[in-house]
């Protein structure tokens, strides 16, 4: 029912410290994967994104890690702000179908 | 530049009742999403327009909704009549012909719609 979504998995951590957010995607022949912030009453935001041929790839205070072997993607912040807060939505998508977007992983900052 | 624009932000309705929402893409966007997201999950495809055309609608139930995008520029999106899981936010999105293959879609803020 709704209650169970929203008990969405939790990440507290504290200012300034490193948040790694991880997520497992399904498909094997999916072969780019994005990741999407969402603030409250926002609709997602695209942070960065990675193809199946790199397993690392680094912005501004953003990384992705792309482990195919296991199906898992994380993304590491650095030094986390508590602009940072928000729900973060890994996608998946196998050449030019659709994006299939994960369930979400809440970040949370306490000063 | 004007991001991507949704109308209304929050509609409340009866069930049986219809209800429209309206999406004005990013300049010069050809392709354009319409997403439901459930509260706590990550949104899902409805539909996607290349210019005019529907070219995924597998995911639109069909026979309560439909969408159009006259033009090729904004879309509506319809639910006729609205049914008690019909509640959720109702996300556009628009991309280049780049962001297309790149995954990078351009969301607006949303249309909540509840429906009691």
């Known amino acids: 029912g709704e209650s169970v979504g929203l008990h969405l998995p939790t990440l507290s951590v504290q200012e300034g410290d490193n948040s790694i957010i991880n997520c497992a995607y399904s498909?094997?022949?999916?072969?780019?994967f994005i990741w999407y912030k969402q603030e409250s009453g926002k609709g997602p935001q695209f942070i960065i994104d990675?193809?199946?041929?790199?397993d690392k790839r680094q912005g501004q205070r953003v990384t992705v890690l792309l482990n195919k072997t296991v199906k898992h993607l994380s993304l590491q912040i650095a030094a986390t702000q508590p602009g940072d807060s928000a729900v973060y939505f890994c996608?998946?998508?196998?050449?030019?179908?659709?994006?299939?977007f994960g369930t979400g992983t809440r970040l949370q900052v306490f000063p | 530049e004007a991001g991507v624009v949704q109308s209304p932000r929050y509609k409340i309705i009866e069930k049986k009742q219809p209800v429209a929402f309206w999406c004005n893409p990013i300049?010069?966007?050809?392709?354009l999403y319409w997403y439901r997201q459930n509260l706590g999950q990550g949104p899902e495809l409805l539909i996607r327009y290349e210019n005019e055309e529907a070219v995924d609608d597998s995911q639109l139930p069909k026979d309560r909704f439909s969408a159009e995008r006259l033009k090729g520029v904004d879309s509506t999106l319809k639910i006729q009549p609205a049914e008690l899981g019909d509640s959720a936010v109702y996300l556009c999105a628009s991309s280049s012909r780049g962001g297309a293959s790149t995954g990078e879609l351009f969301f607006g803020e949303g249309s909540r719609l509840t429906v009691l």
């Open positions: 498909n094997s022949a999916s072969d780019y």
């Open positions: 996608a998946e998508r196998a050449g030019t179908d659709k994006l299939i």
């Open positions: 300049s010069g966007h050809n392709t």
């Open positions: 990675i193809r199946s041929n790199m």
